[in-house]
């Protein structure tokens, strides 16, 4: 799903979007469900979704060459997503058994769910090729990710370097997302955080972390 | 009535529960649960106060703190927060024109008109004495529909639970605003996710693409972190920065005259009254209740003209029906097990987490809980309207933190909350993965909150449903043969058909666009 970040903000300029082909959006869906396909192939048992991943691929080549008109691209993208995520699910659930008699098996439920959001993922879709839609806002690039490196990067220092420095600098990181940040009350304001959040988990919740580097 | 005052009676004994702490080797009372009413209410108020933080955001940051708490404490914590935004919200609706909570967008029209009139003391103090006085009722009412309403519960075999959840899932679909078809694609979609994991009979690891950490499922804090609080963070980060003029107006004067109790009683007792009857309905909550208390009070004025220009009966109306829905919300969740907006999923995730299965059954196995948790109510009320007014400056010197700050100190706060649950660095990833996806689906115009409702009713749906249908031999028409549970579906379609009709789309859209 990482890649359900786009559309990309190029697919939406302004009078390119309504009633006309969308480039970037067509061959982001057409990568993504190519992959889909490679995934059912490989897996056993997914014939239904390799039809759909074959079916989401037609639709996508349709896009980037014009032939399937996007004028509401934000329910477009959002219901295609959605049958991606419930074709993605299918072929995941494939090989777990399903009823036996009268008893559901593990996975009943997943597949049955997962048809009912294709279906609902698709109606979505079709509604924003009928139905002319306000288009996709721009993505900024700055703040969103330098929030989500914060976080990614408090995951992968904790361990190592412990506590105290770890949420120091994703404090540091997380504010560089900011346009308007000056350094010193930035480098303040991550100590005074460092040390509440010390005092939280640390002393008052007596958390068991490691707080320093192990040497 | 005498059993209802025996059980707030057995209730406030919970809430005034002294535990022995040794302190330097003398034994000192504290009232414990007291301490986490008053946290929480004031966290709550502070949540309210400021713009860019919402209570789903706040519920979600502090769940991995409140793990480590007795499982009363922790629930009447995140109560107090509930409610105590509904508080906070007013006071910057009121004095800076800027709403801290989606719940008193409505009440900035008339509330801010009166701070401009230098009549900010008494828009605030009618504020609390109205969301007080709602408070009190909608305790009360909340006590005296447990019994009976559990009672109708314990009734309920696998398929009318199974049809209960899809009618209260609609229920909430229908009234939340946005396209229902997309809100209903949210709700499956949380379905589906709930699914991952190992399957509850056989044990078989379900869509879990071989990651260990997958296994258990989905963890729900993880989910509620990444799609409440930093993909909000994320979203506001994109909005350009905005400057808060605050009222340098003196608060002086902090009572209200008498004619202005005079005008705002009635307000008091409609706003009251209709926010409770639409904080029982399932995705009712707060902020439609506040609408239509606003809009019902201007119809029935006898000078529609004076509303927009500070009526007083502006400001109690809204902020009473808020506060009356957020404690009636807590009903079917304490009743039926039924959570009916995103806050009160967090609160199953709360239950869950503490090993409580939120349901009829809370009430029997757990009386000191249930009651317990209702009389905080009513005292965290009485605790916000004494602390809510003195402290008006302090909330009010709050919104000067600028937010380059603050949402710095949010990310590491729930970096390390969540990291704290399970010391799992994947849950961190996972919910920055939330996070994005959350703010992939607001640029779609998809809402995250019915997506946490499918995720968190999704367990309880897929055992009854398959209970239901063990129990018929599979035999689907189950749901329509069994009475109550026909009754309770077919209100579900009727509705869906009704919200889907064109004319009553427009309706609706109109109702959220005032």
Known sequence: MSESLSPSPQGTRPGFSINSHNLVGGLIILVISVALLGYAFYSANAVIPRFMSFALALVALGVTVGVVPVPGPRDFYGGVMLVVLATLALIASADLPGQRGFAFGPGTAPRLFSFILAALGAAVAVGGVFVEGPPIDKYKIRGPSLVVISILAFAAMVRPIGLIPATFLTFMISILGSTEMRWLESVIGAALMTLFCWLLFVVLLKLPFQLWPRF | MSELLSHLAQGMGVVFQFAYVDVFGVSIPIPWNILFCLLGALVGTLVGVLPGIGTVATIAMLLPITFGLPPVGALIMLAGIYYGAQYGGSTTSVLVNIPGEATSVITCLDGHQMARQGRAG?????????????????????????????????????????????????????????????????????????????????????????????????????????????????????????????????????????????????????????????????????????????????????????????????????????????????????????????????????????????????????????????????????????????????????????????????????????????????????????????????????????????????????????????????????????????????????????????????????????
């Open chain 2, 122 to 514: 008494p828009a605030l103090a009618i504020a609390a004495i109205g969301s007080f006085f709602a408070g009190c009722v909608s305790t009360v009412l909340v006590a005296a529909l447990g019994v009976p309403l559990t009672s109708i519960a314990l009734l309920f075999g696998p398929a009318e639970y199974f049809s209960l959840m899809c009618l209260g899932l609609i229920f909430a679909v229908v009234l939340a605003k946005g396209s229902v078809l997309k809100a209903v694609a949210m709700v499956v979609t949380g379905l589906l996710l709930s699914m991952v994991g190992s399957d509850l009979e056989t044990g078989a690891g379900r869509m879990t693409f071989d990651v260990a950490e997958l296994a258990d499922g989905i963890g729900f804090a993880n989910i509620a972190m990444g799609l409440f609080g930093f993909a909000e963070i994320i979203r506001n980060l994109e909005l350009p920065a905005e400057s808060r003029d605050i009222v340098k107006t003196k608060i002086t004067g902090l009572m209200p005259t008498r004619q202005d109790l005079i005008d705002s009683a009635g307000a008091i007792v409609r706003g009251t009254a209709l926010g409770s009857l639409v904080g029982i309905l399932p995705g009712g909550g707060a902020v439609i209740a506040s609408f239509a208390a606003y809009t019902f009070e201007k119809k029935i004025s006898k000078h529609p003209e004076r509303f927009g220009n500070g009526a007083i009966e502006g400001v109690a109306a809204p902020e009473s029906a808020n506060n009356a829905a957020a404690q009636t919300s807590f009903i079917p969740l304490l009743t039926l097990g039924i959570p009916p907006n995103a806050v009160m999923a967090l609160m199953v995730g709360a239950m869950t987490i503490h090993g409580i299965v939120p349901g009829p059954q809370v009430m029997t196995k757990q009386p000191d809980l249930f009651w317990g948790m209702i009389a905080s109510m009513w005292i965290g009320n009485l605790m916000l309207v004494v602390i809510n007014l003195p402290l008006v400056g302090v909330w009010v010197s709050l919104l000067r933190v600028p937010y380059r700050l603050l949402y710095p100190s949010i990310v590491v706060f729930c970096c390390i909350g969540i990291y704290s649950i399970n010391n799992s660095p994947t849950d961190v990833v996972i919910s920055a993965l939330f996070g994005v996806i959350g703010f992939w689906l607001v640029k779609h115009d998809f809402e995250p909150a019915p997506l946490t409702l499918g995720f968190v009713l999704g367990p309880l749906m897929e055992e009854n449903l398959r209970r239901a249908m063990l129990i018929a031999r599979g035999d689907a028409t189950v749901f329509f043969t069994r009475p109550i549970s026909a009754v309770l579906l077919t209100i579900a379609i009727i509705l869906l058909v009704v919200a889907a009709l064109p004319k009553m789309r427009r309706r609706r859209d109109e109702v959220f666009v005032e």
